[in-house]
């Protein structure tokens, strides 16, 4: 049925390839012999979720029981939600091309809080009502699992459960409890208790939320049983954990079309501004054994020319360069290449980049993030001018040409001083270059980004103020001008917009209240809030007018130490302690040295019941 509207329509869209399914390694299963069906969605466009890699191993692992199905969905592009619409073609698994609305699950992995409204967009052209209290069925359950759980507040409302942590182990024991309500029957609100039971399970409608009459959270209550703090789920044994054989490979081009093979999770770093460093806690690695076998097996079943090393920063593999012989020993013999995107300067080796040099390599990237060593310290970006320079040097005499640089505006404790280092820091890199390529005609090409600090949960920055948009104008205004004055040196200089980023601050630290805002922007027309080209700026400002919710409030407001955040019911195994001292070493300028050199105390080896690293031997 959907099949014969889909042939319809299919030549008057963009990249139809996107909608069909039937790619190599998809998983097509006999539907009378399969008791449990997952719609996968990942809200956003196809060429963006089919890079992921969290999708791709939940979807292997719950294919890997022969009685559960698991079908990917994306966002399709406005002309594609249009004709479907039209044609009355609801929302369908790219598997079956069966209706999502008929499925058990529908899970939804949150990566990014601009993906919001595209969630409600998916649940509408699915035929289903946005909110949960609206859909009184006990299937399909909606859940959503990925980093925004840590403070899903804001689309609290739109979900039946959230799962906090890592997926693999939760997601299978959800879809058993599944399989005995089928059996047995119950409620929703009967599955709804017991899945609560689960550890990193989070019902949201099990807890009521009071608020001050400063517009602050009171208090977080739970009901029915719910836990009073939700626990994150993580793999303690990292290197056992699922990773699958084979990727779903796509006839069209997507944003990275290669095989990826995660090293390890988590990040010993504590970089106070980066969410993921925190909330991926603890480090944890795969042995050099298991990766290689991984890197072959991927390799054979998907026919890729490519493999990348993921990670939050794979340089901090503790044994970066055997790892590197063993896997290129390989991909060498193969004719297959190998890309590392996330290297850190510091520990950026000669042998390391010998090793990276016969790979693909379109130009260095280094995220200094803050220009001055003083807001480096504050940000607790544990690097020197110096080790940047010795990056350079090296990745320079290895024949690198071209530089990116990114940097934050915007960070606690920033002057104007601070920007001009940024200017400073590019122009030595540039004379770095021309000493060393001294006779070379080939001139260097040096790109400064500009990202703007967004405060998020979970980390010792949670309680600071995003800078106004007056403030971010105005430095980044200074840079340019210092950048463009006359005589200086040849700098591309980007930058973020401001409108996303505060939306993005809103989300990320707000209550229960901003679901309304997120309604009403979705209900007058936005979705894919994060793609410049359909993002609108003025239905999102008359949303918050119409709700009455006020963005400062959320994200340009410092937080005391004390105030209950909307989120102090998630339980992401550090302590809030050990973020308030991180956020006063910051405003001291003191740095904390990274987990293998010296545990910081964050509490998460005390959930672990052992020491996250061996010291001193
Ligand atoms: S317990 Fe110590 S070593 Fe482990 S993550 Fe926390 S600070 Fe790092």
New binding site residues.
Partial sequence: MIKEKLDKILLKVQKPSRYIGGEVNSVIKDKSKVDIRYAFCFPDTYDIGMSHLGMKILYSLKNSKPNYWCERVFMPLPDMEEAMRENDIPLYGLESLDPIKDFDFIGFTLQYELCYTNILSMLDLAGLSVYSKDRKDLFPIVMGGGPCVCNAEPIADFFDLFVLGEGEEVNLELMELALTFKKNGGTKQEFLEKAAQIEGVYVPSLYDVSYNDDGTVSAITPKCGAPAKVKKRIIADFDSVYSPDSFVVPFTQIVHDRSVVEVLR?C?R?CRFCQAGFIY???REKSKKTIVEQVKNLTESTGYDEVSLCSLSTSDYSDIEGLLCDITDYTDAKGVNLSLPSLRIDNFSDEVVKKIKSVRQSGLTFAPEAGSQRLRDVINKNITEEDIMKSCKIAFEGGYSSVKLYFMLGLPTETLDDIAAIKTLADKIIDLYYTIERRSKRGISISISLSTFIPKPFTPFEFEPQATKEQIDERQKYLLDIVRSKGGKRIDVSWSHYETTILEAVFARGDRRVSAVIYDAWKNGCKLDGWNEYFKPEIWDQAFINTGIDKAFYANRTRSYDETAPWDHMDML?TKDFLISENKKAHEEKTTAH?REK???????KCLGK???KYGE
């Fill in positions: 988590g010993i504590g806690r603890p480090f550090f987990c545990c910081a105390g964050c509490g998460i080896n020491a996250c690293f």
